[in-house]
Nanobody
Framework: DVQLVESGGGSVQAGGSLRLSCAASGYAVRHDCMGWFRQAPGQEREGIAGIYSGVLKYYADSVKGRFTISADNARNTLYLQMDSLKPEDTGMYYC?????????????????WGHGTQVTVS
């Protein structure tokens, strides 16, 4: 069974930083695709950062230049370093994985999900 467990969320002031982690079991983070989705209150879940084969990265325009996605193959863990946080970054952040999906695909294309971690920026 595939399990994805996120951690690292919390409350931070605007301009601050957080690092999210997603510990994976049953799925190698070096495989396609692993990504981070964000769901703000009252909004649809959107893909904000993805990594392919542990190397090729994609970022949504809303986070480009501020967020960095990375994968640690030895720890089988996905990370999202979030800098220069803004109030509009507030939401639930989910880790997702699927060998046949891309981060720009609808969330329904991803089979494996974590339970999410809350990020609040004030």
């Amino acid at each position: 069974d595939v399990q994805l467990v996120e951690s690292g969320g919390g409350s931070v002031q605007a301009g601050g930083s957080l690092r999210l982690s997603c510990a994976a079991s049953g799925y190698a983070v070096r495989h396609d695709c692993m990504g981070w989705f964000r769901q703000a209150p009252g909004q649809e879940r959107e893909g904000i950062a993805g990594i392919y084969s542990g190397v090729l990265k994609y970022y949504a325009d809303s986070v480009k230049g501020r967020f960095t996605i990375s994968a640690d193959n030895a720890r089988n863990t996905l990370y999202l370093q979030m800098d220069s946080l803004k109030p509009e970054d507030t939401g639930m952040y989910y880790c997702a994985a699927d060998a046949l999906a891309g981060i720009q695909d609808p969330p329904s294309h991803f089979r494996y999900w974590g339970h999410g971690t809350q990020v609040t920026v004030s």
